[in-house]
């Protein structure tokens, strides 16, 4: 402990030494300090003791504190909270969350250090022991000893805590006169977000998980719509619970809403309703018809500027509450009826959307502009990695680019833009025979490649495939939903007096576990997706007649191990040349408009095919 030695001086005064070991240990440094009043050396008795035998913080030896020595404006906390004040651009609530973080998260380490250079300054080495702090849960220097045990931050958190620390740091570089040299926060090292989950990781919903949620909203259809506006749009919270009649909009003949308004909350934490969250927040975003006829009933009968979505009591919805009463009990429903483990946010229902529109090929400027962010990084930032989704159609056009016999990309066919070939050189296709298109097998996108022979599998047969899992349980759930997805043609093969030995072969066997996979393949180590296919098939005779009139639009449920029917495109085609010289146009894919039209544009590719076979032949007769 510290304690006070006295010492008289000739000329009848006394010194007052406060002397320690420090940190308390007995081969400890001798430190010691020195004043000319014993009150004073009482008092900083008392800090040595409360600082565990250490000097106090922001105390300059022979001197005093820090802050009674330099300008008190350029103290560290006074300093942060008037740069708070003077930034522009941010809503209230985030200027005072911003504060809050400063007391809270920061003055507890640097308030007793100054913002200048010179002795007393904040220094990259008190930057980098408040990150370890942070991220361990460690109490600040400045903490009472009362105060609960702080929070072990994430990653994320603690990187946008030390953005806002190092603003702070660079307006004292940045100051006319200039503070300080260099920013201490430039050299930081920040805990690996690759290595930690994020605490606010984004869900994406499939569509069938997002059917169950929309189903299990239906006690208040009110809540229902109001969430499937947001699915549909990837609108903000704020943005649509502020709409009003006058945002229905028409844009090119459809129908469309603007966003231009929405609500925030001010440093109190009262909301208000003002401009949307940057300037590429104001936008027009287009709707299906069923919608806006939805929006239309509702806006009937009310004022222009009235709100179209409205709480339990009138006025504004607010997050919280419709979370409370009408999205957890509903999530926990879905949980309860379908099997739903996602725990997705009202937020995601935005993320959601952005997947689908990547997952169906929308470039990423559109997907951009309507979800409204104010630069196209962002959407990379947030989205990048879905990107995988366009590999098929980044080597299309790599393909078309490289080889002059390769089809045009289907985006550009898609998107009307064929003209993008206009003025191209155009190359004479060489052919040798009939091109044949096959299908892009999709089979291994969510396999592990491992092979596992030397370890037991659990197979189950399904329409005589045996198909071979690494998981029992990943197994019988296969098994089980295959059997469900089977279930109304078994009950149709009865009535028409099947055999069930024919019966059994289109149900699923097992799973049975075997010491070691032998077959071919490797084993599933996870559950293969599953997509709901259609699919259309039609035959032409070689002179271009029909060899059987062409089926209709089929649909089935298809597993990602089924390579002959299995895709996660909206629409594909290929035109095939059978033996005996006829023709096959077949189309598939998981949106059934966009099947039919390649469907048509398969018929068309396979009659142009049957045109030029005279010419194949003797093109080949003649080599």
């Given at each position: 402990?510290a304690?006070?030695?006295k010492?008289?001086k000739r000329?009848g005064?006394?010194?007052?030494t406060?002397?320690?070991?420090?940190?308390g240990?007995r081969?400890?440094k001798?430190?010691?300090?020195?004043?000319?009043d014993?009150?004073?050396?009482?008092r900083?008795?008392?800090?040595?003791n409360?600082?565990?035998q250490q000097w106090?913080?922001?105390w300059?030896r022979?001197r005093?504190?820090?802050?009674?020595?330099?300008?008190p404006e350029t103290?560290?906390?006074?300093?942060?909270?008037?740069?708070?004040d003077?930034?522009?651009?941010?809503?209230?609530?985030?200027?005072?969350?911003?504060k809050?973080?400063?007391?809270?998260?920061?003055?507890?380490?640097?308030?007793?250090?100054?913002?200048?250079?010179?002795?007393?300054?904040?220094?990259?080495?008190m930057?980098?022991d408040?990150?370890n702090?942070?991220?361990n849960?460690?109490?600040?220097?400045?903490?009472?000893a009362?105060?609960k045990?702080?929070?072990?931050y994430k990653?994320?958190t603690?990187?946008?805590q030390h953005?806002?620390?190092a603003a702070?740091l660079?307006a004292a570089?940045?100051?006319?006169?200039?503070?300080?040299?260099?920013?201490?926060?430039a050299?930081t090292r920040l805990?690996?977000l690759?290595?930690e989950?994020d605490?606010?990781?984004?869900v994406?919903?499939?569509?069938?998980?997002?059917a169950w949620i929309?189903?299990?909203?239906?006690?208040?259809p009110e809540?229902?719509e109001l969430?499937?506006?947001?699915?549909?749009?990837?609108?903000?919270?704020?943005?649509?619970?502020?709409?009003q009649p006058r945002?229905?909009?028409?844009?090119?003949?459809r129908p469309?809403?603007r966003?231009?308004?929405?609500w925030?909350r001010?440093?109190?934490?009262k909301?208000?309703?003002?401009?949307?969250?940057?300037?590429?927040s104001?936008?027009?975003v287009?709707i299906?018809?069923?919608l806006?006829?939805?929006l239309?009933?509702?806006?009937k009968?009310?004022?222009?500027?009235?709100l179209?979505?409205t709480?339990?009591e009138?006025?504004?919805?607010?997050?919280g509450?419709f979370?409370?009463?009408r999205?957890?009990?509903?999530i926990?429903?879905a949980?309860e009826?379908?099997?739903l483990?996602?725990?997705?946010?009202?937020?995601?229902?935005?993320?959601?959307?952005?997947?689908?529109?990547i997952?169906?090929k929308?470039?990423?400027?559109?997907i951009?502009a309507?979800?409204?962010?104010?630069s196209?990084t962002?959407?990379?930032?947030?989205y990048?990695?879905l990107?995988?989704?366009?590999?098929?159609?980044?080597?299309a056009?790599?393909?078309?680019?490289?080889d002059?016999?390769?089809p045009?990309?289907?985006f550009?066919e898609?998107?009307?833009?064929?003209a993008?070939?206009d003025?191209?050189?155009?190359v004479?296709?060489?052919l040798s025979?009939l091109?044949?298109?096959t299908?892009?097998d999709?089979?291994?996108?969510?396999?592990?490649?491992t092979?596992?022979?030397a370890?037991?599998?659990?197979?189950v047969?399904l329409?005589?495939?045996?198909?071979?899992?690494?998981?029992r349980?990943?197994a019988q759930?296969v098994?089980?939903?295959?059997?469900?997805?089977?279930e109304?043609?078994?009950?149709?093969?009865?009535?028409?007096g099947?055999?069930?030995?024919?019966?059994a072969?289109?149900r699923?066997?097992?799973?049975?576990?075997?010491?070691?996979?032998?077959?071919?393949?490797p084993?599933?180590?996870?559950?293969?997706?599953r997509?709901f296919?259609?699919?259309?098939?039609?035959?032409y005779?070689?002179?271009?007649?029909?060899?059987?009139e062409?089926l209709?639009?089929?649909?089935?449920?298809?597993?990602e191990?089924e390579?002959?029917?299995f895709?996660?495109?909206?629409?594909?085609f290929?035109?095939?040349?059978?033996?005996?010289?006829?023709?096959?146009a077949?189309a598939?894919?998981i949106?059934?408009?966009?099947?039919?039209?390649?469907?048509?544009?398969?018929?068309v590719?396979?009659?142009?095919?049957c045109?030029?076979?005279?010419d194949?032949n003797?093109?080949?007769a003649?080599a």
């Amino acid at each position: 402990m510290a304690y006070i030695k006295k010492r008289d001086k000739r000329d009848g005064t006394a010194s007052f030494t406060v002397m320690w070991r420090a940190g308390g240990a007995r081969g400890g440094k001798q430190e010691s300090e020195v004043f000319e009043d014993e009150t004073a050396a009482e008092r900083f008795r008392d800090l040595v003791n409360g600082h565990g035998q250490q000097w106090p913080l922001g105390w300059v030896r022979g001197r005093g504190f820090i802050a009674d020595l330099r300008r008190p404006e350029t103290m560290f906390e006074p300093f942060a909270l008037a740069h708070i004040d003077r930034l522009t651009g941010i809503q209230g609530d985030t200027r005072s969350k911003y504060k809050k973080l400063v007391i809270g998260n920061m003055s507890p380490w640097f308030k007793p250090y100054s913002v200048e250079d010179g002795e007393g300054s904040i220094i990259r080495d008190m930057v980098q022991d408040w990150v370890n702090d942070l991220q361990n849960g460690r109490a600040a220097p400045l903490d009472p000893a009362d105060r609960k045990p702080r929070t072990k931050y994430k990653p994320k958190t603690i990187s946008n805590q030390h953005g806002l620390l190092a603003a702070i740091l660079q307006a004292a570089v940045d100051a006319e006169p200039s503070l300080r040299a260099s920013n201490p926060c430039a050299k930081t090292r920040l805990p690996r977000l690759d290595g930690e989950e994020d605490e606010e990781e984004a869900v994406f919903l499939e569509r069938d998980e997002w059917a169950w949620i929309h189903e299990c909203l239906g006690a208040d259809p009110e809540a229902q719509e109001l969430a499937e506006l947001i699915t549909e749009t990837g609108f903000r919270w704020g943005e649509a619970t502020a709409l009003q009649p006058r945002d229905m909009r028409r844009r090119n003949g459809r129908p469309a809403i603007r966003i231009q308004r929405a609500w925030k909350r001010n440093e109190d934490g009262k909301p208000y309703m003002g401009a949307p969250k940057s300037k590429k927040s104001r936008r027009t975003v287009v709707i299906r018809w069923s919608l806006w006829e939805r929006l239309q009933r509702r806006a009937k009968g009310l004022k222009q500027n009235d709100l179209l979505y409205t709480g339990p009591e009138g006025g504004r919805w607010d997050a919280g509450t419709f979370r409370r009463l009408r999205w957890l009990p509903a999530i926990e429903l879905a949980a309860e009826k379908y099997g739903l483990i996602k725990r997705p946010r009202i937020h995601d229902l935005r993320h959601s959307h952005a997947s689908w529109l990547i997952a169906a090929k929308v470039p990423l400027p559109a997907i951009q502009a309507r979800l409204g962010h104010e630069s196209i990084t962002t959407t990379v930032d947030r989205y990048g990695h879905l990107l995988d989704a366009l590999d098929d159609e980044v080597m299309a056009a790599v393909e078309w680019a490289m080889d002059p016999t390769a089809p045009l990309p289907g985006f550009l066919e898609r998107a009307g833009m064929v003209a993008a070939t206009d003025g191209l050189p155009h190359v004479p296709r060489q052919l040798s025979g009939l091109v044949q298109e096959t299908w892009k097998d999709a089979s291994g996108v969510m396999q592990d490649a491992t092979e596992y022979g030397a370890e037991r599998a659990f197979v189950v047969a399904l329409d005589g495939r045996d198909v071979p899992f690494a998981d029992r349980q990943h197994a019988q759930d296969v098994a089980d939903q295959w059997n469900d997805d089977h279930e109304e043609e078994i009950v149709a093969m009865r009535a028409d007096g099947w055999s069930e030995e024919q019966i059994a072969g289109r149900r699923a066997i097992g799973p049975e576990e075997r010491e070691r996979w032998t077959g071919d393949g490797p084993v599933w180590t996870q559950m293969p997706d599953r997509q709901f296919v259609y699919s259309a098939l039609s035959s032409y005779e070689a002179d271009g007649t029909l060899s059987y009139e062409p089926l209709p639009v089929s649909s089935r449920w298809t597993w990602e191990f089924e390579s002959d029917g299995f895709t996660t495109r909206a629409a594909e085609f290929r035109t095939e040349f059978r033996p005996g010289g006829s023709i096959e146009a077949h189309a598939r894919g998981i949106n059934r408009s966009a099947v039919i039209r390649a469907f048509e544009e398969s018929r068309v590719t396979a009659l142009g095919a049957c045109a030029r076979q005279p010419d194949l032949n003797l093109t080949s007769a003649e080599a």
